[in-house]
């Protein structure tokens, strides 16, 4: 590892994020743009970027931006996105992966950024900055767009564990409500518990005991519980935050992905179809441009970490310096709230919900009943 | 019941199609509107038709079009959308829906649209037409507007049932091969197995489990099996039949309805936006008309009970002459290829996959290997 003192003086007063250089698709080359885009925006972001030294230092010193503002951390080896992450466990040591969530572990970083293998970093993760106490599954929380006043909800598992116990969901709606909290600003989110249908009978009765749960927990948590929830919600207003087992989140919001993407190759077949209608496409270009803008992927790139000790942002691995940028951006803004504190209080403050100690668990039933 | 000899006869040589004009959230009157829409397009259709005789006389014959191709049978009650499927399967027997199914069990008519509550339709489809021999678990086979030459893939099971085990997506698989086949006109289809991965190591045990016996039925069932694929290959181009659990394919198709419902919203605020944006939406109205009508999801309205002794289509509850229409036309093309006979018979030929008996199912993979 090399240190550089230089650089991390020069980043004094800043809040650092520690960034994986490696593991995108699009290589180092669009994560350094990504961080100059940041810089160029943010006065008050520093970073400790983590890869292959020499590429870095090349790549970095042709962004003036960012000069004095890069501490680069050597690591000779990549997680590829072929990489099993049990295999990662054991023997991701000399990897930028590992090296990232070091500087998060060590206090020399506020959060950490990495495009790289989702199975992976959510296993080096737990490895290094270990599940936060009373969590026993961490989740994957995304910003979905919305028809809610702040345009987007918070969706969550999307796919940490295939698994989501009761009480799994329980932590997901506390994680979930406190994200959309600090990263949303609505000082009381309300939740939704996705279901194949709003009525209370339906659905798994894993479901309905996770309802009871819930209704127990959210006027001690200080969220709105509004109860069952469906696919059509995700991206609706009757709820800022949907809870959902890693699986049903994880194709629900691939689905949405891809009929977004069908939908706006569509779009684009359609204006080119005659004269006239790519008359129409040149004067709708702004309007069309606003749009993509309001629902471009890109802009809310970024899936969050929740339940560790310490904030991870999961960045798409096909993301430009655009989607990058974002995902920096998501992480500084976790920091700056003081996000991770802020979630083990509350997890704290709910009381031991390990799957091991339902006794202790039913206790802390009764006391929020 | 009334039984009208007069206009039975007049349906000699037509294909009857039986329809529940209550139930959905529109009425008899776009019931009968969507009669008359299917009865001008196609000549070839007649109808049953049933609910409170008085009220359904009135509406036929206001519709020229129907005159002598609809046979009115009183049924008194009506299932709602808040009954429970339980309450209708003891107390269904006057009922509109209970009616409408009878005729298809008496062989009076080749298939049965109904826009009424999904769980009491499935429930009473059960009872009155029962499972086909070695089917499980019935499921809900619908359309999706896809990346495919055909325009649409084939979606199962989107909430007959919240549980499938491994046996039960084999069964959803050849079910919905069939279904593409007949349907979709593809005579070879590409099913796959949704998971949060296309690597064989994704996802629960369950599904590693489905991947085995799927593989091992492909060739004897006549279809190709791609294997794990994703949320975004709903609407996408590797497969053409997706099969997963009726829980998660419930929760897809909503997510994906809402997103695109989201993005449609989006565009027409855009298109307001500012006088040149207005102008532009004028000069790409044809355009815009095209994609709606190929996303439309009125066109491909129509959810098909797959594993029972008889076709059942379930329209969308809010459904107007239009999406009536789609529903009809979907159970005419279905009765027309003899779909139910072929079904039945291609379940029929892969052996008995009954849960109780994993030992003949076991027999039978060897058999196929």
Redesign the interface.
């Known amino acids: 590892m090399t240190v550089q003192p230089d650089d991390t003086r020069a980043n004094a007063g800043r809040i650092v994020i520690s960034v994986d250089a490696m593991g995108g698709d699009a290589g180092p080359t669009a994560v350094v743009a990504g961080l100059a885009d940041s810089a160029s925006i943010n006065p008050d972001i520093g970073f400790i970027l983590h890869g292959p030294e020499d590429e870095l230092r090349r790549l970095v010193a042709r962004k003036k931006i960012l000069e004095g503002r890069v501490d680069i951390r050597h690591a000779k080896d990549v997680v590829t996105m072929e990489d099993?992450p049990s295999h990662i466990m054991r023997n991701g040591k000399g990897t930028s992966m590992w090296s990232t969530l070091d500087s998060v572990k060590k206090g020399e970083a506020a959060g950490a950024v990495s495009c790289g293998n989702t199975g992976a970093l959510m296993a080096l993760s737990m490895l290094r900055l270990r599940k936060l106490p009373g969590v026993n599954r961490p989740a994957i929380g995304v910003l979905w767009?919305?028809?809610n006043p702040q345009g987007f909800n918070v969706m969550l598992d999307v796919?940490a564990d295939?698994?989501a116990d009761a009480r799994d969901l329980l932590q997901y709606a506390l994680m979930g409500a406190s994200y959309a909290r600090n990263g949303l600003e609505l000082a009381r989110p309300r939740v939704g518990l996705?279901n194949?249908g709003t009525e209370e009978?339906?659905?798994?009765a894993e479901l309905k005991e996770a309802h009871r749960l819930i209704t127990d927990h959210a006027d001690a948590a200080n969220f709105e519980f509004v109860g069952f929830v469906?696919?059509?919600?995700?991206?609706?207003s009757v709820a800022d935050v949907i809870v959902?087992d890693?699986?049903?989140g994880?194709?629900?919001?691939?689905?949405?992905?891809?009929?977004?993407?069908?939908?706006s190759?569509?779009?684009r077949?359609?204006?080119k179809?005659?004269p006239?209608?790519r008359?129409?496409?040149?004067?709708?270009y702004?309007?069309?441009q606003?749009?993509k803008k309001?629902?471009d992927p890109r802009r809310v790139n970024g899936g969050v970490f929740l339940g560790l000790n310490g904030t991870v942002v999961k960045s798409h691995g096909g993301a430009d310096a655009t989607g990058v940028s974002a995902a920096i951006k998501l992480a500084f803004t976790l920091a700056q709230s003081g996000f991770a504190q802020r979630l083990a209080a509350r997890v704290a403050s709910t009381g031991t919900l390990s799957q091991d100690d339902s006794q202790s668990a039913q206790a802390d039933d009764k006391d929020n009943k």
Not at 201 to 204: D, I
Not at 250 to 263: D, F, Q, W
Not at 279 to 284: E, F, G, I, K, T
């Open positions: 099993k767009p919305s028809r796919g295939v698994r996705l194949v009978h339906k659905g798994h469906e696919g059509s919600d995700i991206p609706g959902t890693g699986f049903t994880n194709v629900a919001i691939k689905t949405g992905e891809g009929t977004a993407s069908l939908i190759d569509l779009l077949e359609a204006f179809y005659s006239l209608s008359l129409a496409s040149v004067l709708a702004t309007s069309l606003r749009l309001r629902i």
